[in-house]
Every structure is written in C-alpha cells, then in structure tokens.
C-alpha cells in the first residue's frame, strides 16, 4: 500500500441476493488528514445482510458490506495528529457527515441534517461509493477513526463499533445506572452487549426473549432475571416494572404489550430496524405518560467513550471468528439466530 489510490482485496455482494464472492475494490490515495488502516477484523451485523438483500430499500452494487473494523494503522497523512502508524483503531457506521450543521456540532455525526456517509453502500463527497471492512485496508479520514485501547482484544473490539455503541448510546442518554431497571429484547449480537453494558453501569438487567434457551447465557453475560415472552405469563407478572425497555430485535413487536412493561414516565427504545411496518395502539403510551423511542449508534465522540468504557470494564463482544470463505454461510446461520453472539471475519483470510 502507498499514497496512491489503488485496489484491494475484498468480498462483495455483486448484486442484490447474490452471494459474496472475492474481488477488488478501489481505496483512495491518503490525503492530508486521512488514515490507512491494515484492517484485522470486520464484524458481521444483521444490518450487513438487510442491506446485501435489499432490504432497507436499493442498494449500491457491488456493495462490500462491513461496519464493524478493527485494525492497526498502516499510513498516515502528513496533517494527521490523532493517530501515528502502529496504533490500534477502529471505524463504525459512518466515515463522514456534513461537519457544520447543529448534530456534527454537538457531536452527534450520526443525525447530521445532511445525512452522515455510510461506511458502505454509500456515495462519499467525491460521488464515488463508499466499500466496507470484508476488505484488507481502508482509507478513513482521522475524524472519523476510532482509537481501540489496549484493554479489549481487536477481534471482540471488532463489533462494539456497531452492537457496542448502538447500546450504549441508548443506555447512557437514558441515564442508566444503580436504582433503575432496564429490559434488553432479545439475546444476539446487539442484546448481549446491552446486557454486558447495563449490568457494568449498575442497573438491574433483565432478558426478555422468545424463549429461555439462552437463559444460562444471559445470567453469565450479566442479566439478573431472565423471561421468555413466548409465556403470556410474563406480560403480566411483569407490567409497570421498568425504566427501560430496549429492543434489539429486527422483527416486528406487538409495541403495545411491551410499552405495557414500562413504568410511568419510563420509555421503550428500539434500536433493531424490521423491514416491516409496525402498529400501535396510541393508548398504549397515553396511559403512564410513556415514551416509545428510537436510537441510532452514536457520535464519534460517544464510540470513544464507549470503547474506553468497555476496556476499562473489561467488556467485549461474544464472538466466533470465521475465514472469509464462510462468509455467505454466516449469513444464513445469523438469520437463523445461529451465532453466539457475533461472527467476526479474520481479513487475512480475503
């Protein structure tokens, strides 16, 4: 690699529903404030594989899926100041925004009026697309580049680039801590990191998920109770208990029976996204003065608290590392809930 555009390696959908296969894709020359990152690992997330299928609306082909990397920097740009070759980084959801309006401002990129550009499947401000982490490098600019401390190894640093922060996020603007009572909905790649990050902020974390296959799981991972919804007994053993419910899962909820859980005053967030629509019952949060809401990720500036908080807990993800052959039948096992609980790609397999 050197400072000039070039190819590399990389595994892409070639169109909508069609398999991953190997192939080259283009990463720009480093410029002045960009860093080139030797990526190590790329984790796999549900939204990969919604957005390969074409089904969060038309996508960009061939599309290199991958939000979730973790690698060492390979080359910096001579006006780079925040990272130095050698160091540890990541990068999540999002390589850029728009920089000026009132969200980038605050540091909440990931709202940005202008719309932030997707790390995949994405036009960058060239109008060239944008190619994820199923590659070996990538060219990043350093504002956008995460620093992944010393405490949590690069591969289950990998996925709290997305599964991390999109819990944390929700559990830190809430306000999530000793005294509250927080529901995480369903145990997989994102519900798990909920339950590692509620139980270390020191709620009391409860499971609520189809069944209790998983419960021995989620008591290890740090959940203090552990429901299946399957039962209609839980409904209503558990209605007006907490604070915080969020849902992690990418199906629709009878939003209703959930809002039901939620105490006065308390709100229900969902941060799984159904290809579906959903319906709801407007009585449902008139009664208690509730809150159904929705959270995406987090800032740069909130993914860095994060992953400091996570290495100074010793928090990361639940992974099964995979070769990029096994890419398209992760696939198939992550829709299956065949996982426990995230499949991270070692990249110099591609």
């Known amino acids: 690699m050197t400072t000039n555009a070039t190819t590399v390696p990389a595994y892409a959908a070639p169109a909508a529903h069609a398999p991953l296969e190997r192939t080259t894709v283009p990463r720009r020359a480093v410029g002045e404030h960009d860093v080139l990152i030797d990526i190590k690992y790329a984790g796999i997330c549900h939204s990969d594989i919604h957005q390969a299928r074409d089904g969060w609306g ?17 080359e910096v740009g001579p006006g780079v100041t925040k990272h130095k070759v050698g160091d540890r980084v990541g990068v999540g959801c999002f390589v850029d925004s728009c920089r000026e309006c009132e969200y980038c401002l605050q540091g909440l990129e990931q709202y940005c009026t202008q719309g932030m550009t997707g790390t995949y499947n994405a036009l960058g401000k060239d109008g060239e697309p944008t190619y994820g982490g199923y590659s070996t490098h990538i060219v990043v600019d350093e504002n956008y580049t995460l620093r992944i401390p010393e405490g949590i190894a690069l591969d289950e640093a990998a996925p709290l680039l997305c599964a991390g922060i999109t819990l944390y996020s929700p559990l830190a603007h809430w306000q999530t801590g000793p005294g509250k009572k927080v529901a995480i909905v369903g145990l997989g790649g994102l519900g798990h990191m909920g339950v590692k990050i509620a139980h270390a902020l020191g709620a009391e974390v409860t499971v609520l998920s189809q069944s209790l296959k998983k419960q021995e799981d989620g008591l290890k991972l740090g959940a203090d ?15 007006g208990t907490f604070d915080l419910i969020i849902s992690t899962v990418s199906a629709p909820l009878d939003f209703g029976a959930y809002l039901s859980l939620v105490k006065t005053d308390g709100a229900l967030v969902n941060v799984g996204a159904p290809e579906e629509p959903v319906a709801l019952n407007l009585f449902s949060l008139i009664g208690g003065r509730k809150t159904l809401a929705g959270s995406m990720i987090g800032g740069i500036a909130e993914t860095q608290e994060m992953l400091d908080f996570c290495a100074a807990h010793g928090l990361g993800a639940e992974i099964e590392v995979i070769g990029a052959d096994r890419i398209n039948e992760a696939y198939e096992r992550v829709i299956a809930s065949d996982v426990r609980y995230r499949f991270v790609i070692d990249t110099s397999t591609i």
């Open 225 to 239: 109770h552990y429901y299946a919804t399957s039962d209609p007994e839980t409904f209503t053993k558990l209605a």
């Open 58 to 74: 038309e996508g960009i082909f061939p599309m290199v899926p991958g939000h979730e990397i973790a690698g060492v920097v390979a």
